[in-house]
């Protein structure tokens, strides 16, 4: 889905992934998730288990035009429509139910756990967490 308008970009420091981040309440939060809420007058627990989309596919915007709330199955059917494909060109690691049980008995850092299987370690701390969503697609 092309963006009509310009993005808006962040002004806060992004992470690894290019999501800005600002701290409300002494913890960390995505920017865009915060804008988001905040003009929509939602609370933390309305937009709870979802995921704020970037029709635009910057993970930096915040621009509301380009923001939409969904699910984590929306989102990837969203990057792999647009052909926004991390890492070079390759298409996104979405690893089997197999590959999610064996790391969860991996030992060693979730750095280098995430560079064995090809993915962010925010992937496989969401496999040790129990919040990995990307197998239901």
């Keep these: 889905m092309a963006a009509i308008s310009s ?4 002004t806060y420091a992004t992470n690894v992934d290019g999501y800005g ?4 309440n002494n913890k960390g939060v995505l920017d865009h998730r915060y804008v988001y809420v905040c003009h929509h007058k939602l609370t933390w627990k309305d937009i709870e288990g979802k995921v704020v989309r970037h029709l ?3 993970p930096s915007c915040i621009n509301l035009k380009h923001l939409a709330l969904g699910t984590q199955k929306d989102n990837m059917q969203d990057m792999m429509r647009a052909g926004n494909r991390k890492g070079g060109g390759k298409p996104p690691v979405i690893l089997s139910q197999e590959q999610t049980q064996q ?3 991996e030992r060693g850092t979730q750095r280098e756990i995430a560079k064995k299987y090809g993915v962010s370690e925010t992937v496989i701390w969401k496999i040790i967490n129990n919040k990995h969503p990307y197998n239901d697609l």
């Design 21 to 24: 981040r600002r701290k409300i």
């Design 7 to 10: 993005c808006i970009l962040t």
């Design 56 to 58: 635009c596919n910057n």
């Design 103 to 105: 790391v969860r008995t």
